[in-house]
Nanobody
Framework: VQLQAFGGGLVQAGDSLRLSCAAS????????VGWFRQAPGKEREFVAT????????YYPDSVKGRFTISRDNAKNTVYLQMNSLKPEDTAVYYC????????????????WGQGTLVTVSS
């Protein structure tokens, strides 16, 4: 599965942004998909995950209530709607696919996209 994340950009604090993760080469449907982010000088951290059907999602407390992950299997695309963005959300955002299930662990993800940069100014 080849993944491509896009939709990043420069926004102001309080704004919204929607990221997309498009899959090619193989159907997305059997895979859970996660979003992770990595800020300069920091480790990659979990942002959101969704199971193969879209019925199960998990978020860390840092984004819960502000970010929403969803998927459209017919379009082979997963979305991350980010609202009320904060400067601390600034990072490169990566999407990844897991055959294990919707987990928070980076090691459970088999395929990774190239990342899209989100910059939130104060």
């Amino acid at each position: 599965v080849q993944l491509q994340a896009f939709g990043g950009g420069l926004v102001q604090a309080g704004d919204s942004l929607r990221l997309s993760c498009a899959a090619s080469g193989r159907t997305f449907k059997p895979y859970a998909v996660g979003w992770f982010r990595q800020a300069p000088g920091k480790e990659r951290e979990f942002v959101a995950t969704i199971n193969y059907s879209g019925g199960v999602t998990y978020y860390p407390d840092s984004v819960k209530g502000r970010f929403t992950i969803s998927r459209d299997n017919a379009k082979n695309t997963v979305y991350l709607q980010m609202n009320s963005l904060k400067p601390e959300d600034t990072a490169v955002y990566y999407c990844a696919a897991s055959s294990v299930g919707a987990t928070m662990s980076t090691s459970s993800y088999d395929y990774w996209g190239q990342g899209t940069l989100v910059t939130v100014s104060s």
